[in-house]
């Protein structure tokens, strides 16, 4: 299995640009949405997040076995959800930012419902699409292709968004009829997106079970120490990242006065991803993914506290842009870390099941959102933030400190000290692979010779030197008990 085609590259990573019309836009601006258009309290959309999204958690393992169990012929297990639950989705985002004057009773309970199904029917497009590079390919440097691919796709969404919508979030404008008009063109731009990503990328790795059974699903998640750390890992990451997110206008605006820096920010982070991406592999192949993810969450925690302690906008623009890089190198190697642990459960079990495996990892990084967006919200009504308030007041003011840049610094380093313990480093996972495909061949009576499997290997540890790749291609002992 040699380097995918290059159309393949970017049609996976439009997918994620789809996805974060509807992801990144909320995680941005609907706590703003909610507080200053719809007149729902700070404290209440606290509530309405983290009910929300751990029961939006909850609904990605139901997908991810719906996932495992679905397999067509002709389009394969993934595309079919990318295909044919995409329009949904980009219409109930429309709906969710539409908040009718019904009171507030009545408001509260659309924005319940609303937000309840936007977030079934984001996971039962983004479940499907983020097991689908596992089955793209096995081989670790077209993964972290992939991943960086899906990195840029959603920062390239996540900057226009700044860029181009936060500046219109100023009191004088219509908020209501600019986040209408918004949501509406996002559904043919999304639709634009997601069918390029349906027509562009395959389903290539062999898998002897195609539909995958509930016991065989979690006979590969028994035991799956890798996935289990990167999981704690990403729930505490993505509870910063969704905290610093949420209250990253509020800090710009009402602290600082200096809403005009957050497309400078956003524009920041456009040309820094673009910048790093070209040294994201040689960084791990001296590194390894492990240790570049742990340095990558030192490097965001130190940036978030220059941040907290911020004495004015430009320090706090001086710490956010420090903050960036780490943020973004974490999330560029997490999506293929991820795509690794599918191939220990195969070789606990002999059956892959990206569905289930993704959506457990999906799981804990939607219970991260839920935490990250209620101790945002929480820390901001608790601070006693007043919408529509001129100026704020100290305890205001450090409440949305709090918020933006403290809890992010604790739980990204958090997040870094707990991979510490991570064991599936890039030499062990290149002997997983090597025996996977030897007993591949066992199955389907392909010889394999030593020249194949030396092959393998060394595609397989393309993160490392020449001089680190393993010959033998058996797990080691110590890891196989």
């Given at each position: 299995?040699?380097?995918?085609?290059?159309?393949?590259?970017?049609?996976?990573?439009?997918?994620?640009?789809?996805?974060?019309?509807?992801?990144?836009?909320?995680?941005?601006?609907?706590?703003?949405?909610?507080?200053?258009?719809?007149?729902?309290?700070?404290?209440?959309?606290?509530?309405?997040?983290?009910?929300?999204?751990?029961?939006?958690?909850?609904?990605?393992?139901?997908?991810?076995?719906?996932?495992?169990?679905?397999?067509?012929?002709?389009?394969?297990?993934?595309?079919?959800?990318?295909?044919?639950?995409?329009?949904?989705?980009?219409?109930?985002?429309?709906?969710?930012?539409?908040?009718?004057?019904?009171?507030?009773?009545?408001?509260?309970?659309?924005?319940?419902?609303?937000?309840?199904?936007?977030?079934?029917?984001?996971?039962?497009?983004?479940?499907?699409?983020?097991?689908?590079?596992?089955?793209?390919?096995?081989?670790?440097?077209?993964?972290?292709?992939?991943?960086?691919?899906?990195?840029?796709?959603?920062?390239?969404?996540?900057?226009?968004?700044?860029?181009?919508?936060?500046?219109?979030?100023?009191?004088?404008?219509?908020?209501?009829?600019?986040?209408?008009?918004?949501?509406?063109?996002?559904?043919?731009?999304?639709?634009?997106?997601?069918?390029?990503?349906?027509?562009?990328?395959?389903?290539?790795?062999?898998?002897?079970?195609?539909?995958?059974?509930?016991?065989?699903?979690?006979?590969?998640?028994?035991?799956?120490?890798?996935?289990?750390?990167?999981?704690?890992?990403?729930?505490?990451?993505?509870?910063?990242?969704?905290?610093?997110?949420?209250?990253?206008?509020?800090?710009?605006?009402?602290?600082?006065?200096?809403?005009?820096?957050?497309?400078?920010?956003?524009?920041?982070?456009?040309?820094?991803?673009?910048?790093?991406?070209?040294?994201?592999?040689?960084?791990?192949?001296?590194?390894?993914?492990?240790?570049?993810?742990?340095?990558?969450?030192?490097?965001?925690?130190?940036?978030?506290?220059?941040?907290?302690?911020?004495?004015?906008?430009?320090?706090?623009?001086?710490?956010?842009?420090?903050?960036?890089?780490?943020?973004?190198?974490?999330?560029?190697?997490?999506?293929?870390?991820?795509?690794?642990?599918?191939?220990?459960?195969e070789w606990k079990t002999g059956v892959r099941a990206e569905g289930i495996t993704y959506a457990v990892f999906s799981f804990t990084r939607k219970a991260g959102q839920a935490v990250g967006g209620a101790v945002a919200a929480y820390a901001i009504g608790i601070g006693g933030y007043v919408a529509g308030t001129e100026v704020v007041g100290t305890s205001a003011e450090w409440g949305i400190r709090i918020g933006a840049a403290l809890v992010p610094a604790v739980f990204v380093l958090a997040s870094g000290l707990i991979m510490l313990?991570?064991?599936?480093?890039?030499?062990?996972?290149?002997?997983?692979?090597?025996?996977?495909?030897?007993?591949?061949?066992?199955?389907?009576?392909?010889?394999?010779?030593?020249?194949?499997?030396?092959?393998?290997?060394?595609?397989?540890?393309?993160?490392?030197?020449?001089?680190?790749?393993?010959?033998?291609?058996?797990?080691?002992?110590?890891?196989?008990?």
């Open positions: 299995m040699g380097k995918l085609p290059k159309l393949g590259y970017f049609g996976y990573a439009t997918g994620d640009m789809a996805n974060n019309l509807t992801f990144t836009f909320a995680s941005m601006f609907l706590l703003i949405y909610y507080t200053d258009v719809a007149g729902i309290s700070a404290a209440a959309v606290g509530t309405l997040f983290l009910v929300l999204r751990i029961f939006d958690a909850f609904t990605d393992v139901i997908a991810g076995r719906l996932v495992d169990k679905t397999y067509t012929k002709r389009f394969g297990k993934f595309r079919p959800y990318i295909l044919f639950g995409s329009l949904p989705l980009l219409l109930i985002s429309v709906a969710t930012f539409h908040v009718p004057q019904i009171g507030e009773t009545g408001m509260l309970l659309y924005a319940y419902v609303t937000y309840a199904l936007l977030g079934i029917a984001y996971t039962l497009v983004n479940i499907p699409y983020g097991s689908l590079a596992a089955a793209m390919t096995q081989v670790p440097a077209e993964r972290a292709k992939l991943a960086t691919a899906r990195t840029l796709g959603a920062a390239i969404t996540g900057a226009l968004l700044g860029i181009f919508v936060s500046p219109l979030l100023t009191p004088e404008n219509d908020l209501q009829r600019i986040f209408t008009t918004i949501t509406i063109a996002f559904v043919f731009v999304g639709m634009a997106l997601y069918l390029f990503t349906f027509f562009t990328t395959k389903e290539r790795v062999f898998r002897s079970v195609p539909r995958v059974s509930f016991r065989q699903s979690m006979a590969t998640l028994k035991g799956n120490k890798p996935l289990l750390l990167l999981c704690i890992s990403s729930l505490l990451m993505l509870s910063g990242m969704i905290s610093s997110g949420t209250a990253q206008i509020y800090l710009m605006r009402d602290v600082f006065d200096a809403l005009y820096l957050v497309p400078v920010t956003s524009g920041a982070q456009l040309l820094l991803i673009f910048a790093m991406a070209p040294f994201v592999p040689m960084i791990v192949r001296r590194f390894g993914k492990r240790n570049a993810y742990i340095g990558g969450t030192v490097i965001a925690a130190v940036g978030a506290t220059v941040t907290f302690l911020a004495p004015d906008q430009w320090v706090a623009l001086g710490g956010t842009l420090v903050m960036m890089p780490g943020v973004m190198f974490v999330a560029m190697l997490v999506w293929a870390i991820e795509a690794d642990t599918v191939e220990y459960g313990a991570y064991p599936l480093t890039d030499r062990v996972h290149a002997e997983l692979v090597a025996e996977i495909a030897a007993r591949r061949s066992a199955e389907t009576g392909v010889a394999v010779t030593s020249e194949d499997v030396e092959e393998s290997v060394s595609l397989s540890t393309a993160a490392f030197s020449n001089d680190e790749i393993p010959t033998d291609p058996r797990p080691r002992r110590w890891f196989r008990k």
